[in-house]
C-alpha cells in the first residue's frame, strides 16, 4: 500500500530551528515530484516548498526563502526550518506527485510559541 508518513514536528520557541521528515513507502519514492504544505489554523492550504525527482531544484513560497531548506535522499524528504517565527505555526504536510495521482501524509503540526 502507497503510504506517505511526516514527523518532527513539535513546539518551538520563536527563532529556534525544527528538522521535519516525509518518508514513503509502497513505491518508488525516489521517481516522484515531493511538496511540503503547510495549513494554519482557519486558513487554506499553502504550498511552501517544492523539490525535484533527483533533488537537483528546490522552489520556495516567498515567506520561508531564506529560512527554510527542502532535500532528499533515497528513501526521506526533509524540511530544514530555521529562524522559525510564529506566523509558522501550522500542521506541515507532505504531498508524493505520483503518476496515478497525489498521495499526502497526515500531517505534524508545529507551533512556534513563546
Known amino acids: 500500500q502507497v503510504q506517505v508518513v511526516e514527523s518532527g514536528g513539535d513546539l518551538v520557541q520563536p527563532g529556534g530551528s525544527l528538522r521535519l521528515s516525509c518518508e514513503g513507502s509502497g513505491f518508488t519514492f525516489s521517481s516522484y515530484v515531493v511538496c511540503w504544505y503547510r495549513q494554519a489554523s482557519g486558513k487554506e492550504r499553502e504550498l511552501i516548498a517544492r523539490?525535484?525527482?533527483?533533488?537537483?531544484v528546490a522552489s520556495y513560497v516567498d515567506s520561508v526563502k531564506g529560512r527554510f531548506t527542502i532535500s532528499r535522499n533515497q528513501n526521506t524528504v526533509y524540511l530544514q526550518m530555521n529562524s522559525l517565527k510564529p506566523e509558522d505555526t501550522a500542521v506541515y504536510y507532505c504531498?508524493?506527485?505520483?503518476?496515478?495521482?497525489?498521495?499526502w501524509g497526515q500531517g505534524t503540526p508545529v507551533t512556534v510559541s513563546s
Open positions: 504531498k508524493v506527485s505520483a503518476n496515478s495521482g497525489d498521495f
Open positions: 523539490i525535484s525527482k533527483t533533488g537537483a
